[in-house]
């Protein structure tokens, strides 16, 4: 699974043993690491957001991130809406209950 923190997206070694290897030696245990660049960063931003229970506040998340949430990203959230895979109320937008069984391809959507 990938993560994204302080601006980078990144995976972790799978491997259990190496994993805990490098970590005892205070080494980074990713094996991948990139930075993503505007707007490919708040897409991953927000689609990583979106798994939680809370979803997204897309003026708050703006506001905290610092980064805009683009016209076209806005527009397949709005067709995700349509598919019956998010829910919108007053631009707090979540995955609906079946959006959340079908996460996987949300993400592919936005990402």
Known sequence: AFSYWGGSRFRNIAHLTRYTALLGEGK???D???RLPY????RELLTL???LF????LPSFAEKTGLAVPAET?????KLAVRGWLK???NHWRLTEEGKLFYDSVAEWLI
């Open 74 to 78: 806005i527009t397949v959230l709005e």
């Open 49 to 51: 957001q979106l798994r």
């Open 54 to 57: 809370e979803g997204v506040h």
């Open 28 to 30: 980074d245990p990713a």
């Open 88 to 90: 919108e109320t007053e």
């Open 39 to 42: 707007p490919a960063n708040v």
């Open 32 to 34: 991948f690491r990139e």
